[in-house]
């Protein structure tokens, strides 16, 4: 009978284990190479030798999985059955906390309860392009008022300030012709003709 039925489509077993994800089965996997590696050079090896792989093993931490551990847990039978004593050998660490919750349950009530914390950084991320938008079309209207109230020619100003420049050259030239005509009249000077009209008639 299965452990869990709930698995029959997606098994990890390895070495005689069934794993819950398919990346525990894998480091399940490397362990057992790592160990035929190993079983090549400490089989025929003295005590000593077998007590060096053993402690390099722990310490390096060459081990992730359950079958890692037991392969650690036969080479300290060899080294007991050789006559080295457990003060003389490194315990084998369990990384994992075997027991569910075991944390939690030490917490007092203060710590268990955690007040909910916004996160600011998701909140600034989601508001991040609406501020963007804003800011461009500030500065798109602030262009289009900055070109259109310019005295330069632009695409936006240039039928206006060329109107306007006409109309002043126009003003200016009524204004000259109105006081020459004025200087005309005092030095005696009456012509009906316009001001060039008679230039060619020499």
């Known amino acids: 009978m299965a ?3 709930d698995r029959t489509d997606t098994n990890f077993i390895v070495g005689g284990y069934d794993f819950l994800s398919e990346l525990d089965a894998q480091k399940a996997s490397l362990d057992l190479s790592k160990i035929k590696v190993l079983e ?3 089989k025929a090896s003295r005590p000593k030798d077998i007590k060096a792989v053993y402690e390099k093993a722990i310490e390096n ?4 999985s359950p079958i890692g551990w037991e392969y650690l847990a036969r080479l300290r039978d060899r080294l007991y059955a050789s006559g080295f004593s457990e003060e003389e050998l490194i315990p084998i660490p369990i990384p994992v906390s ?3 919750h075991s944390a939690f349950e030490n917490l007092s009530v ?3 309860i955690r007040p909910v914390t ?10 991040f392009p609406y501020i963007l938008n804003i800011f461009l079309l500030i500065i798109v209207i602030a262009m289009f008022i900055i070109a259109s109230t310019s005295d330069s020619d632009n695409i936006l100003n240039y039928k206006r300030n060329v109107t306007n420049r006409y109309s002043s050259w126009e003003q200016d030239l009524t204004q000259r012709e109105k006081v020459i005509r004025e200087k005309e009249k005092k030095l005696g000077i009456d012509s009906s003709e316009g001001y060039y009209g008679g230039a060619n008639n020499d």
Request: glycine residues 0%; without cysteine; positive net charge.
């Open 3 to 5: 452990i869990n039925d």
């Open 110 to 112: 203060q710590q268990r």
């Open 40 to 42: 090549e050079r400490v």
């Open 61 to 64: 931490k060459i081990f992730k």
């Open 98 to 100: 075997l027991t569910r």
């Open 118 to 127: 916004k996160d600011n950084k998701a909140e600034f991320k989601r508001l």
